[in-house]
C-alpha cells in the first residue's frame, strides 16, 4: 500500500495522478477464514481492523451484502461525544472519541476529525439539574465536560436565540472535544488498512444463512456460496434480527427509521455542535457549507430507509425556534437509516447462544460517535472469547439479570 | 405517511393521529415465570421485515386500542381488527396470505 502523504500528491502529480492505487481490493472469497465479520459498515470495519491491529488476527472477511459504509455509516449526522451519564457508556464512547483524535494518523488516511466541541442546551429545569449531574459524573469518569452558563452558550454559538419565548437556554453540557468527522472516511479508512493487512472485504454479497455443528458455527451460507469460519461475528444494525434469526437467537432489538437532512450551503456561521434535545432538533455545519440537522425516529417497526414526514416538520419546527436565522434556508435533502433500538436504549456487544458467534448492534440512534471505541473492545471479545473491561457490561445477559444501562432513561438525551 | 383504518370508528386514521404501541398479541409472563420466560416477555420482539401484527392506540380520535397486519418492507397495510382478539382472525390471515403466501409470524402462519 503506497502511502498517503503531501510527498506522495507531488509525486503522482508528476504522472497526471494516474499512478493511485484503489484504496482496497475486492478479491473473490475463499473457502475459509479464521474470523468472519458480516457488516462492512464502521463497526465491522473496525472490529476487523483492531481484530488485526492489537490481536494479530488477520485472516479475515467482512462481507456486506450493499457497499461499504453504505448503511448507516453512511447516514448519520457525524457527531462524535462521550458525555453520558452511566459508567459502562462513558467508559467506551471515551475509548472511541479518544481513538478518533489522532485516527487519521492510525489509518494514514484523512478522516477530517474536528473537535470543535458539542453543546447539549439545557431548556428546562429539568434538563438543568440532568446535565450538571452528567457533569459530575464526567468528572469522576474522567470524560472532560463542563455546564457552562447562557452566556457562554451565545458567545459559542452567536445565531442561537437563548431568550426564546417557549423554551429559553437556560445552560448547557459542554464537551470541548467533542465534534464531528467525516463519516464515509471513517469507513474507508478502516477498509484500506483492513484490505493491506490482508484481510477481504468482500461487497455485494449477502449472507443468506448461518451453518452450525452441535451449537457451534461452522460458517455461513452466502450469495456466492458458502464460506467456513471458525469465529463469527454479526455487526449489521437494523437487520441484526434477521441474522440472530438464522443463528437461531431472538434479541431484544426493533427496527426503526431514523431521519436526517442538509440544507443548501451557506457560508460559515457556527464553528460547534449543537443538540437540543428538549425541542429536539441537532445541528452543525459541514466543511462544505450544508446546516446537518438530526431529526427523530418513528415509533413503529420500518426497514424502509425512510422516514415519516412529520418528523421532518417536527424538527424544522425545533430548529427555527432555536435558529431564527434557519428560517430562511432552503432544504436539500432528506434521508433515513434504519437503527436498532434495545429495551434501554444502550449497545450489545456480546457472546450468543451459538458458540464462537458474537454479535455487536444495538447502537440505535448513535453508533456513529462509537465506531472506534466498539471495534476495539469487540476485537477483544472475538479475540478473547470473553470480553474485556469495556464489552463486559453490554452483553446480552443484562436483559436477564436486570442491569441495564439505562441512558434514556437516566439522562434522557438524544443519542 | 401511514393510513390506518380504525376498527372501532372507521376514520381512515393518519399516522400523527395514532400512537404505535409495538408487538401485538404478547404472552405475559409474571411472577413464577421462569427468567428466560420472563426476559422475552419484556424484551425480546418480534422484528421481521415482512408481515408484522402489531396494537395500536387511536390517540387523538375515539381513544381505542386496535390491531393493525403491515409490512415493515414496504409499509403496506394488511388490515386492521379488533383489540379484542387474541389472535389475527381469518380474512386478515387470507389477505396477508394474498399478498405473501408462505408468510409466518411466531406461531400464526
Ligand atoms: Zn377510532
Redesign the interface.
Known amino acids: 500500500m503506497k502511502r498517503y502523504s503531501a510527498f506522495a500528491v507531488a509525486r503522482e502529480a508528476m504522472t497526471y495522478h494516474q499512478g493511485w492505487e484503489r484504496a482496497w481490493r475486492s478479491p473473490e472469497p475463499r473457502d475459509a477464514y479464521e474470523v468472519i465479520v458480516i457488516g462492512a459498515g464502521g463497526h465491522g470495519l473496525a472490529t476487523a481492523y483492531y481484530l488485526g491491529r492489537e490481536h494479530g488476527i488477520k485472516n479475515v472477511a467482512v462481507i456486506e451484502k450493499g457497499w461499504l459504509g453504505g448503511g448507516n455509516t453512511g447516514r448519520n449526522t457525524t457527531i462524535i461525544r462521550s458525555n453520558y451519564l452511566q459508567d459502562p457508556s462513558a467508559a467506551i464512547y471515551e475509548k472511541a472519541r479518544a481513538l478518533y483524535e489522532d485516527l487519521s494518523q492510525d489509518l494514514n488516511y484523512n478522516i477530517m476529525f474536528s473537535p470543535r466541541g458539542v453543546m447539549m442546551v439545557a431548556q428546562t429545569h429539568h434538563e438543568v439539574r440532568g446535565y450538571q449531574r452528567t457533569a459530575h459524573a464526567n468528572a469522576l469518569q474522567g470524560v472532560t465536560t463542563e455546564f457552562i452558563t447562557p452566556e457562554r452558550v451565545k458567545e459559542l454559538c452567536p445565531i442561537i436565540e437563548i431568550n426564546g419565548p417557549r423554551y429559553p437556554v437556560l445552560g448547557a453540557l459542554w464537551q470541548a472535544r467533542g465534534g464531528t468527522a467525516r463519516h464515509d472516511a471513517v469507513a474507508w479508512g478502516y477498509a484500506r488498512k483492513c484490505s493491506d493487512m490482508g484481510m477481504d472485504i468482500i461487497q455485494k454479497t449477502e449472507v443468506t444463512g448461518i451453518r452450525q455443528k452441535n451449537g457451534v458455527v461452522t460458517g455461513v451460507e452466502t450469495s456466492r456460496g458458502p464460506i467456513n469460519c471458525k469465529k463469527l461475528c454479526i455487526v449489521v444494525a437494523g437487520?441484526s434480527?434477521?441474522l440472530a434469526e438464522m443463528a437461531g437467537f431472538?434479541?431484544?432489538?426493533?427496527?426503526v427509521a431514523l431521519q436526517a437532512l442538509v440544507s443548501e450551503p451557506i457560508k460559515p456561521c457556527m464553528d460547534v455542535v449543537v443538540m437540543a434535545n428538549t425541542v429536539h432538533g441537532y445541528l452543525s455545519q459541514s466543511d462544505k457549507g450544508e446546516m446537518v440537522i438530526g431529526g427523530g425516529t418513528?415509533?413503529?417497526?420500518?426497514?424502509?430507509q425512510r422516514g415519516?414526514?412529520?418528523h421532518i416538520e417536527e424538527t424544522v419546527r425545533a430548529l427555527t425556534e432555536t435558529f431564527p436565522m434557519l428560517a430562511r434556508l432552503k432544504m436539500l435533502r432528506q434521508w433515513g437509516g434504519i437503527v436498532d433500538m434495545?429495551?434501554d436504549r444502550s449497545p450489545i456487544l456480546s457472546t450468543t447462544p451459538l458458540g464462537n458467534t458474537f454479535v455487536n448492534c444495538g447502537w440505535g440512534t448513535g453508533g456513529f460517535k462509537a465506531i472506534p471505541g466498539s471495534g476495539f473492545a469487540m476485537a477483544e471479545l472475538v479475540a478473547r472469547g470473553e470480553p474485556g473491561p469495556l464489552a463486559a457490561a453490554f452483553s446480552l445477559g443484562r436483559?436477564?439479570e436486570g442491569r441495564f444501562i439505562d441512558e434514556s432513561v437516566a439522562a434522557g438525551v438524544a443519542h | 405517511?401511514?393510513v390506518l383504518t380504525c376498527p372501532y370508528c372507521g376514520v381512515a386514521a393518519e399516522?400523527?393521529e395514532l400512537?404505535?404501541g409495538?408487538e401485538a398479541h404478547l404472552k405475559r409472563f409474571g411472577p413464577g415465570a421462569s427468567?428466560?420466560d420472563f426476559?422475552?416477555y419484556?424484551?425480546?420482539?418480534e422484528?421481521?421485515?415482512g408481515v408484522?401484527f402489531?396494537r395500536w392506540l387511536h390517540a387523538n380520535g375515539c381513544g381505542k386500542w386496535f390491531h393493525a397486519a403491515?409490512c415493515?418492507?414496504?409499509?403496506e397495510l394488511f388490515g386492521t381488527y379488533s383489540a379484542q382478539l387474541t389472535e389475527p382472525p381469518e380474512p386478515i390471515r387470507k389477505a396477508i396470505s394474498a399478498k405473501r403466501p408462505g408468510w409466518r409470524w411466531r406461531e400464526f402462519s
Open positions: 437487520h434480527s434477521q431472538r434479541l431484544p432489538i426493533e427496527s418513528d415509533g413503529f417497526n420500518n426497514y424502509t415519516s414526514f412529520h434495545t429495551g436483559f436477564t | 405517511m401511514l399516522e400523527t400512537h404505535a409495538g427468567d428466560e426476559t422475552g419484556l424484551f425480546g420482539r422484528n421481521p421485515k408484522h402489531e403491515r415493515t418492507a414496504t409499509l
